[in-house]
């Protein structure tokens, strides 16, 4: 299994970006996949998580109303929009796959995609 994660980049604050998770290998039917982030000298925090037959979704409280996750179940994808971006939002986002519940424990993860976010 193959997590590839692309969208990331130089936006202003304020700004949006979207994120893209595509897997391959296999496909999903159930489990979950998220949203981590990982900024300099700091753990990897997980921001946002969906299930992937259900639905069911879960945001972090640094996140929430700004970021929404979605699925595409037909292309085994797994996005994130990301609105009114803020510097703190800097870091390298990570999207994870096959976990039991969604706050993990996740199996299989993506190389990451930087996201900075300028003042």
């Known amino acids: 299994v193959q997590l590839q994660a692309s969208g990331g980049g130089l936006v202003q604050a304020g700004g949006s970006l979207r994120l893209s998770c595509a897997a391959s290998g296999r496909t999903f039917s159930s489990g979950g996949m998220g949203w981590f982030r990982q900024a300099p000298g700091r753990e990897r925090d997980l921001i946002a998580a969906i299930s992937w037959s259900r639905g069911t979704i879960y945001y972090a409280e640094s996140v929430k109303g700004r970021f929404t996750i979605a699925r595409d179940i037909a292309k085994n994808t797994m996005y994130l929009q990301m609105n009114s971006l803020k510097p703190e939002d800097t870091a390298v986002y990570f999207c994870?796959?096959?976990?039991?519940?969604?706050?993990?424990?996740?199996?299989?993860w993506g190389q990451g995609t930087q996201v900075t976010v300028s003042s």
């Open positions: 994870a796959a096959e976990a039991p519940y969604l706050l993990g424990p996740y199996h299989y």
